[in-house]
């Protein structure tokens, strides 16, 4: 960012008082609701525009603005949280057409939803976004053909008619963050709420998507096409998906906090499909439904992961030759379930239900760990057998059951103690223990009621 030129210094200062004395003119009028006063604020934000230098910087007076706002320069735009841009329901509020603008510090309200957006960046590099805070109907931020652009600290919000939030479904929402053919972008300790996708990248490589909060989304990140990107550091609740990653190569998944995906029948922490040469590392994937769902991936590494309290640990279709280690699954109601998967290496793992034994004295179990999918097969066929859950009947007919077990997912020397490395836990381990004997207790309860009831 340039400093001041004098130039730049006397155009910030007039668009202060302009600001200023249309406020007192018409302060009247806009106590009495009428909306001249954000329409010629905003005529006066783009008269200064298109009258300044490149390299000037414009700071805002405290108030509202009338949009659209188009940037054709490279300037600096700062609100200082006091200056509010709204749209006027067809354009984007503010669109972006120079290299390296910065817009900081403004609250941006988009009252159109579908394609409308709170800020479009198009065909201009080096854009900085700061600070921001959107609620809108529409779109969040977009990026198309923009490169090196950084995104950080702003908030996105879906606002929705009448506070509608929960009554919408998120086909009818759009993105927070969406970035189309956008390269070499910094997405970092941004917040999201109530999307359709939270931050969304489509052949977009080599962004960095670092310190993130996504709740309440479709998926919370959503990568397509997307190779070299880095999803570190993130944080996702109550979404479909905490994130989903599709058709990447060398991507690094590492460090998030993806809990509490479990209310759609399709939920995961973690999607990756056509995912190739990537790592996932030191995540936590805790009460969701399926804690990572793999499909159509190869030749990645998975390790240091703490998989915990979910209703699938870790599930895989068609994939192969995945490397699985020093990842921990703890009081998951199926561990893991493989199908059309071979050449997967599930070496090294920590499993609560292992009774290993080790006679080497190496930490790991000379008895190896193989996952029974009776049970998983079975409440796929007759969901309610679900209510038998750990019952005496269902561990005795699990023993019993041996087909294709060639084919079932196996950990041939499993760790006999945690893992160093991985996640800490959002509760301890005691109470883990107390919450997984309570459940066993209160479904066997419930099986010996019904089976007395039937009896008599």
């Known amino acids: 960012m340039k400093p001041f030129s004098q130039r730049g210094a006397r155009k910030s200062l007039r668009l202060l008082l302009a600001g200023a004395a249309l406020s007192f003119a018409l302060g009247a009028s806009a106590v009495h609701g009428e909306s001249r006063q954000p329409e010629e604020l905003g005529r006066a934000l783009q008269a200064a525009i298109d009258e300044a230098e490149p390299g000037d910087r414009l700071e805002l007076e405290a108030g509202r603005y009338a949009g659209p706002i188009i940037v054709d320069k490279k300037l600096t735009i700062a ?108 997405i970092v300790s941004n917040e999201v709420y109530d999307m359709r996708d939270g931050i969304y990248l489509e052949n977009s490589h080599r962004a960095n998507v670092e310190q993130n909060r996504v709740y ?17 550091g993130n944080e996702g609740e109550y979404n479909v998906t905490g994130a989903m990653v599709m058709g990447v190569t060398d991507a690094l998944v590492k460090d998030n906090s993806f809990r509490k995906q479990s209310e759609n029948v399709n939920s995961q922490g973690l999607l990756l499909f056509d995912v190739q040469t990537s790592r996932i590392e030191n995540n936590l994937f805790e009460g969701n439904r399926v804690g990572i769902y793999m499909e159509q991936s190869s030749d990645n590494l998975l390790t240091r992961n703490a998989v915990e309290r979910n209703f699938m640990g870790i599930q895989f279709l068609e994939s192969a030759n995945n490397r699985f280690s020093d990842n921990r699954f703890i009081a998951n109601v199926i561990e893991a379930e493989a199908s059309d998967s071979a050449g997967n290496r599930m070496d090294g793992n920590f499993w609560d239900a292992v009774q290993g034994l080790d006679l080497q004295g190496d930490g790991l179990s000379d008895i190896s760990y193989e996952i029974n999918p009776f049970y998983s097969q079975l409440i796929d066929r007759t969901p309610a057998f679900q209510l038998f859950f750990q019952s005496p009947g269902m561990v ?4 019993m ?7 079932w997912a196996r950990d041939a020397a499993p760790l006999m103690s945690l893992p160093d490395g991985v996640p800490n836990p959002s509760q301890s381990e005691p109470e883990r223990g107390s919450m997984v004997w309570l459940l066993g207790l209160a479904l066997l309860g419930g099986s010996v009621f019904i089976m007395y009831k039937g009896a008599r």
């Open 216 to 232: 309440r989304s479709r998926y919370g990140i959503h990568c397509m096409y997307t190779d070299g990107t880095q999803i570190v």
């Open 401 to 407: 059951f041996t087909a294709d077990r060639g084919e």
């Open 396 to 399: 005795y007919l699990s023993e």
């Open 79 to 186: 609100g200082g949280g006091r200056a509010q841009v709204t749209g006027n329901g067809e354009d984007a509020v503010i669109v972006v057409r120079a290299d390296g603008v910065v817009l900081d510090g403004l609250t941006l309200r988009q009252p159109q939803s579908g394609e409308a957006t709170a800020v479009l960046v198009e065909e201009a590099d080096d854009a900085t976004l700061s600070n921001l805070v959107i609620e809108t109907d529409g779109y969040g931020i977009k990026l198309r053909g923009a490169d090196r652009a950084a995104l950080s600290g702003n908030r996105i919000d879906w606002t929705g008619a009448g506070g509608a939030q929960d009554r919408v479904g998120v086909g009818r929402k759009s993105n927070g963050i969406d970035l189309y053919d956008s390269h070499d972008a910094a």
